[in-house]
């Protein structure tokens, strides 16, 4: 089972930006593919945006694109999803998720409906006037 423990979440005014962090601090972080999922009330929770083990691909839902950029610092254990232009749709609490590398692709650990797995506290994300 691996511990993350997802950051940066808050409320914000509509056009704003905020940074999520995703901190693993008991994993090897380049043996896995990360995830971020996101659930808005009463909705199922989806995948919004995953990056491969060395960063080289990334997945980003329709919903998102050109609006949010994942990154990650295997160095430092840590993953972000640079979130900017927010719209009230992307209020949700926001998940991260690892997966191990020989498991999953991309593209399918972030379209896979519902995601599967456990999952950790997650970070609430507000977009409102």
């Known amino acids: 089972q691996v511990q993350l423990v997802e950051s940066g979440g808050g409320l914000v005014q509509p056009g704003g930006s905020l940074r999520l962090s995703c901190a693993a601090p008991?994993?090897?972080?380049?043996?896995?593919?990360i995830g971020w999922f996101r659930q808005a009330p009463g909705k199922e929770r989806e995948g919004v945006s995953c990056?491969?083990?060395?960063?080289?691909?990334?997945y980003y839902a329709d919903s998102v694109k050109g609006r949010f950029t994942i990154s990650r610092d295997n160095a430092k254990k840590a993953v972000h999803l640079q979130m900017n232009s927010l719209k009230p749709e992307d209020t949700g609490v926001y998940y991260c998720?690892?997966?191990?590398?020989?498991?999953?692709?991309?593209?399918?650990?972030?379209?896979?409906?519902?995601?599967?797995?456990?999952w950790g506290q997650g970070t609430q994300v507000s977009v409102s006037s």
């Open positions: 998720q690892a997966r191990d590398f020989g498991d999953t692709t991309v593209e399918e650990m972030c379209s896979q409906s519902p995601p599967r797995g456990s």
């Open positions: 008991g994993i090897t972080l380049e043996n896995y593919v």
């Open positions: 990056i491969s083990r060395w960063g080289s691909i990334t």
